[in-house]
């Protein structure tokens, strides 16, 4: 049976009424109110408007954050962990692959995306596997998103629209058994969450809600056009005028909303 280890309960910030927050403290300059300056420096394309922050890499400082400035959790995360080879699925923009061979000079490391090719090499015996994924239903410890609300209907209709077009979400406990059934060791399940906005009291999860917020807020959009008209038959009409809900809810600091977070890892045998 691995381990599984969860986050405690995220309690609300009482005083918080969604303007800009000072319990961040005077030095929110180099990190939350940035957003005011360098997040919201949008581009356009296609008549959508995407983030300016590096184009991807927002996502990967909300990641660090979760993970205590490591780029990941699994053993070969460590800084002082001799690696030799490492394989980074789905890089992106490149910036985990950069920061890790950065981190670790010693290592080889390769990113890949969207790559129809298929590997010609295999992990070695003792390596590990982490895999980092959101889950795609937002929850609250308050009972505060209820079946009523936007955030939790539009997670159902993006399920739902998977499902329709052949690509389900896969939850967590599915890629723990996974691992475990394809013969992985020592496998480890750690759940984190990344809050809506700053409604948290907390200050790591207040800066994580202020990150998240302009995440989710910049992908919306693109993240429910294509499985909402392809899979449930919407219009564009339909999915924005839907959308304006979903917004406010993601803004309102009386939702007490969040997305689980999973890092899950495991170790290849050693070769008998």
């Given at each position: 049976m691995a381990e599984v280890e969860t986050n405690?309960?995220?309690?609300?910030?009482?005083?918080?009424?969604?303007?800009?927050?000072s319990t961040l403290g005077s030095d929110a300059g180099s990190s939350t109110q940035s957003?005011?300056?360098?997040?919201?420096?949008?581009?356009?394309?296609?008549?959508?408007?995407?983030?300016?922050?590096?184009?991807?890499?927002?996502?990967?400082?909300?990641?660090?954050?979760?993970?205590?400035?490591?780029?990941?959790?699994?053993?070969?995360g460590l800084p002082d962990s001799k690696v030799k080879n490492v394989l980074d699925v789905g890089t992106g923009t490149g910036i985990w692959a950069i920061d890790f061979g950065?981190?670790?000079?010693?290592?080889?490391?390769?990113?890949?995306?969207?790559?129809?090719?298929?590997?010609?090499?295999?992990l070695t015996p003792g390596g590990w596997v982490e895999i980092q994924e959101v889950g795609c239903e937002m929850a609250s410890d308050d009972n505060t998103v209820t079946k009523d609300t936007a955030l939790y209907k539009w997670c159902k209709l993006l399920d739902e629209a998977a499902v329709k077009?052949?690509?389900?979400?896969?939850?967590?406990?599915?890629?723990?058994?996974?691992?475990?059934?394809?013969?992985?060791?020592?496998?480890?399940?750690?759940?984190?969450?990344?809050?809506?906005?700053?409604?948290p009291k907390e200050r790591k999860y207040k800066e994580l809600g202020a990150w998240n917020n302009e995440n989710t807020g910049a992908a919306l959009e693109a993240l429910t056009l294509a499985p909402f008209t392809r899979g449930l038959g919407w219009s564009h009409e339909e999915v924005v005028v839907f959308l304006t809900d979903v917004r406010k809810e993601l803004n309102d600091p009386r939702i007490h909303a969040y997305w689980p977070i999973c890092s899950i890892y495991g170790k290849k045998p050693e070769a008998t």
């Amino acid at each position: 049976m691995a381990e599984v280890e969860t986050n405690p309960v995220v309690l609300p910030d009482d005083q918080y009424d969604g303007d800009q927050d000072s319990t961040l403290g005077s030095d929110a300059g180099s990190s939350t109110q940035s957003i005011s300056s360098t997040i919201l420096d949008y581009r356009r394309e296609n008549g959508r408007t995407y983030h300016g922050y590096k184009d991807g890499n927002l996502q990967h400082h909300l990641c660090l954050l979760t993970y205590g400035d490591r780029l990941g959790i699994a053993p070969p995360g460590l800084p002082d962990s001799k690696v030799k080879n490492v394989l980074d699925v789905g890089t992106g923009t490149g910036i985990w692959a950069i920061d890790f061979g950065d981190e670790h000079p010693e290592a080889q490391v390769v990113g890949i995306d969207l790559s129809p090719t298929q590997p010609s090499v295999n992990l070695t015996p003792g390596g590990w596997v982490e895999i980092q994924e959101v889950g795609c239903e937002m929850a609250s410890d308050d009972n505060t998103v209820t079946k009523d609300t936007a955030l939790y209907k539009w997670c159902k209709l993006l399920d739902e629209a998977a499902v329709k077009l052949g690509r389900p979400f896969v939850k967590f406990d599915e890629m723990r058994e996974h691992m475990i059934k394809a013969g992985f060791t020592d496998v480890v399940d750690k759940r984190f969450k990344w809050p809506t906005n700053r409604w948290p009291k907390e200050r790591k999860y207040k800066e994580l809600g202020a990150w998240n917020n302009e995440n989710t807020g910049a992908a919306l959009e693109a993240l429910t056009l294509a499985p909402f008209t392809r899979g449930l038959g919407w219009s564009h009409e339909e999915v924005v005028v839907f959308l304006t809900d979903v917004r406010k809810e993601l803004n309102d600091p009386r939702i007490h909303a969040y997305w689980p977070i999973c890092s899950i890892y495991g170790k290849k045998p050693e070769a008998t």
